[in-house]
């Protein structure tokens, strides 16, 4: 059974910082990348950061500098580094895992999605 379980999500003041932990289990594909959503009330959800391959990443212009993504294979554990939180970063993060192949991450994919977690930034 496969399980992608956030955690670490809250309420904080603008400049603060929150580290999001996404903990998978199960076995879906052999490879895979992995990436941080957010959704923000009444939008659907953005893909803003994502890991594959042996650490390379990518991230959305607008969070570079402030967010980190970063994953512990060992542990089957994915991160988000969060600094710097301003009011607009307010939303319900979530953790997915799309499979990897020749085209690259098929993000066009369902995919595992965990349950999401809440971060709320106040001015």
């Known amino acids: 059974q496969v399980q992608m379980v956030e955690s670490g999500g809250g309420s904080v003041q603008a400049g603060g910082s929150l580290r999001l932990s996404c903990a998978a289990s199960?076995?879906?594909?052999?490879?895979?990348?992995m990436g941080w959503f957010r959704q923000a009330p009444g939008q659907k959800p953005v893909r803003f950061a994502s890991?594959?391959?042996?650490?390379?990443?990518n991230y959305a212009d607008s969070l570079k500098g402030r967010f980190t993504i970063s994953q512990d294979n060992a542990e089957n554990t994915l991160y988000l580094q969060m600094n710097n939180l301003r009011p607009e970063d307010t939303a319900m993060y979530y953790c997915?895992?799309?499979?990897?192949?020749?085209?690259?991450?098929?993000?066009?994919?369902?995919?595992?999605w965990g349950q999401g977690t809440q971060v709320t930034v106040s001015s």
């Open positions: 997915a895992r799309v499979p990897y192949n020749s085209l690259g991450c098929r993000w066009s994919t369902f995919g595992d």
């Open positions: 199960g076995y879906t594909y052999s490879r895979y990348c």
């Open positions: 890991i594959y391959s042996v650490g390379r990443t």
